[in-house]
């Protein structure tokens, strides 16, 4: 594993834990209390399946055919999930949100690991790369802008929820994220 490759992975350890912190804040009283489990083994076959989510959750040896990274309490990946676990969230995470503007940045947050990964290679993000040799050849320069993005976004983010304030120029940064297609119907 090149340097870039290195480098990039920490950062995007980074962003992902402040993102489960985030959504943790936001959501968890309601999953813990839902009856309709959304977590299934299918998005834990995609974290084996991929070079870059192994190389990030580093728990391959972890993984049970039946179960996936499932168990009686939820996931056990920390990190290296598959961005569809960050970027799906039921009607009534948005339902219970207190106005449009917190529905938004929900749906913002579930957004950044997509756009930080986005166009890998053409239109490939980096978690559907199937080789490490691939990954070792990628231009990091793109996803580490895009990486940045995110990480900024993250941090307007964790400062609206502190203080209830979103300034004009934070609503632009909020703005460059890409949310995958399908999850951008409306709020």
């Not at 839902?34 to 728990?59: A, N, T, W």
């Not at 920390?78 to 449009?100: A, I, L, T």
């Not at 983010?157 to 297609?181: C, N, V, W």
């Amino acid at each position: 594993m090149n340097d870039d490759l290195k480098s990039y992975i920490k950062q995007y350890t980074e962003l992902e834990l402040g993102m489960r912190e985030l959504i943790s804040r936001k959501g968890n009283s309601l999953c813990s209390q839902c009856s309709c489990i959304c977590c299934d083994v299918v998005m834990c076959v995609e974290g084996m399946k991929s070079p870059f989510l192994r190389l990030v959750h580093q728990q391959a040896d972890e993984y049970d055919k039946e179960k996936g990274f499932l168990s009686d309490t939820g996931c056990m990946l920390k990190k290296g999930r598959p961005s569809v676990c960050y970027e799906y969230f039921c009607d009534d995470h948005f339902y219970y949100q207190p106005d449009e503007l917190h529905a938004k940045v929900l749906k913002i947050i579930g957004a950044l690991i997509f756009h930080a990964t986005r166009n890998a290679k053409g239109n490939i993000p980096l978690d559907e790369i199937m080789t490490e040799e691939e990954l070792d050849q990628l231009d990091f320069k793109h996803l580490n802008n895009q990486l940045q993005e995110s990480l900024k976004a993250m941090e307007i983010i964790q400062s609206f929820y502190a203080d209830g304030t979103m300034p004009e120029k934070s609503h632009q940064d909020l703005k460059r994220i890409q949310i995958a297609e399908e999850f951008q119907q409306e709020v």
